[in-house]
DNA sequence: TCTCGTTTTAAACGTATGTTTGAAACAGTT
DNA sequence: AACTGTTTCAAACATACGTTTAAAACGAGA
């Protein structure tokens, strides 16, 4: 039992404070002294701080794949051929999300914060590491995605897919400031679920826009 | 011309190799050698690493925003108290952000990385002072978009424009990497200028999207 | 040509980082 | 109770960082 806890409470305080500052910005001094462990326990439980960065995504990232993929099955199998609906769809990649932070709501803008630190910092071996492990979940929410937007081109999709993702990360990963904002400029806040319901519509009207300005 | 060229010299550096690898992994070391200038000289110009991270913004930003203030000035007394239109207020901005890297289309990219950067990355210090120096102009840029969206309540028009600064950001961030991803997977590349006009129909309906999902 | 303020330079300073080490503490087995 | 493999611990290691310093080089005005 002690060393599952060791290695969780490294896990957990490496999450949040890297979320907060960065990678580079966080010393595995604040990680361990976070964690009360032993400033050595990093390099002996998990070899690196580039070892214990993947880490961290892949707790959050392997059992949301694997539910995402049964999920993604499940569609695929109910469709029988028809072509599927895209808010739905959404809907679906929303509420696996969601549910991945089982716990807490706030662990999905955690995450995504970290999302948002693994495209932006440098970190290459990061970028290699997610794409060799979970590219071909990605792949195949992408051929759903397709089937069901068949009048778009494969180009403005490849595009449009990834203002969908910029939208996505961007605000979850700073709905805490924003919805401060919010509160002090319209006194209504929201947490992580209502964002992504005001989020989804956004998405589905953008992805299928008409080609010209509208 | 001296003194000149040192100080541009560094902003040019530090500009290119901030946006590639973040603020705090990247050197002043890394910075003075590739401005080919002594290491002390960011020290002596700028003061400190926070006062060059401000400045390489600053030299952006404040040609940008005078322009942007200029043009919307402009619009609004071309209006005279008609509602404006909001494709033609995006398409306002993106052509005054493109000629504000006049010298290259490739500077508007790296200027989108770094803003992206501003956001994520800790750099507290930053995000005052971005505030404090061009929060203005941005709040008259939304007076307009509020006048050319009427029938959005206030809180749809705030999380809408952050998903829409969120897919701008990321996207124009990454245009480098996307770009080449477009051209490995369709075979198609484009750059910055043909980014942002396949960005303009996705902002301007997923801003006007139905309240419900659509 | 000499002078004085500005700029550049090489070297050093103090501090913080990721990592390694070797001994101590621990837990399970015989 | 003694042994064994695993985990913790305090201390040290080498390295890289931002910043400072004092002297040298420079350039324009008298």
Known sequence: MA????????????????????????????????????????????????????????????????????????????????????????????????????????????????LGLAYTQGQGHLRRFLQKEYGPVFKAFMRLVTAATPELSDEDRFWRIHFMLGATVFTLSGADSLTAMAEHDLGKGSDIAQVVDKLIPFLASGLNAPHQAG
């Open 3 to 114: 060393q599952k806890d060791t290695v969780k409470s490294i896990l957990n305080a490496a999450e949040e404070l890297f979320s907060e500052r960065g990678f580079a910005e966080t010393s595995l001094r604040n990680i361990t002294t976070k964690a009360g462990v032993n400033l050595a326990a990093v390099n002996y439980h998990f070899g690196s701080k580039k070892a214990l960065i993947q880490a961290v995504f892949a707790r959050f990232l392997t059992p949301f794949c694997e539910d995402l993929e049964r999920e993604l099955d499940a569609v695929q199998a109910r469709l029988d051929g028809k072509v599927p609906e895209l808010p739905g769809i959404l809907m679906l990649l929303s509420q696996t999300a969601l549910r991945a932070g089982h716990d807490s709501p706030r662990r999905l803008g955690i995450f995504m914060r970290l």
